[in-house]
């Protein structure tokens, strides 16, 4: 065998860090992909436990933890029966708390009580059902303690964060439900969408 062909033929074998970096890419894979199914299904376990604590803050009539280490707990039920939505609605306006549903943001009004109660969610996740509501809908909230409210949807508007008042002295209980604008985007801005409510006489 010529010097030329043996050296071609030594040039195609595999050094033995091809394989060493074919290894560590296939366990980097496996956990990238590992770490992909992990979120979704935390997520969906994460609504089962929120469904349940609910379900028993309404046996005993106060707010349940879902998880011992939790910083909120649910505090009340939203559903729009047109599209088929529920969600369960938790306590604080913290950023932890919005990363597993709704907020009741403090300061604001007790659902179904005289005044505006403020929910807010992320417009990618829980709130993504805001651009799909049309005025006239219909919106109900149940409380920890059994109470069931109905409100009429008005309509919505798109408001800087900074110029989004609520009207602490209405009459009449209104649900005002916000999320970031524009729903297609992934860039945090001033903009709010917000969908008023309220209650059905």
């Not at 009004?109 to 219909?138: E, I, N, S």
């Not at 209405?170 to 008023?196: E, K, N, Q």
Request: hydrophobic share 45%; net charge positive; aromatic share 6%.
């Amino acid at each position: 065998m010529s010097a030329a062909i043996k050296t071609m033929m030594k040039g195609r074998r595999p050094s033995g860090a091809a394989p060493f970096a074919l290894v560590v890419t296939l366990i980097l894979g496996l956990g990238l992909a590992g770490q992909g199914l992990f979120i979704p299904a935390k997520a969906a376990l994460a609504q089962v436990l929120l469904d349940r604590a609910f379900s028993r803050a309404l046996e005993r009539g106060s707010p349940v933890k879902a998880w011992p280490w939790a910083d909120t707990a649910p505090v009340a039920r939203i559903t729009a029966p047109r599209l088929g939505v529920s969600e369960i609605v938790l306590s604080g306006g913290s950023g932890e708390a919005m990363a597993f549903g709704p907020t009741h943001l403090p300061g604001s009004a007790t659902p179904g009580q005289r005044g505006t109660a403020v929910f807010a969610a992320h417009r990618d996740t829980h709130f993504r059902f805001l651009k799909d509501l049309r005025q006239g809908d219909l919106l109900r909230v149940e409380d920890i303690h059994g109470a069931r409210t109905s409100y009429r949807v008005e309509g919505g508007d798109v408001v800087r964060n900074d110029r989004f008042g609520i009207d602490r002295h209405a009459t009449t209980p209104i649900l005002a439900l916000s999320t970031c604008w524009p729903f297609d985007s992934d860039v945090r801005g001033p903009m709010r969408y917000v969908v008023m409510a309220r209650r059905l006489s």
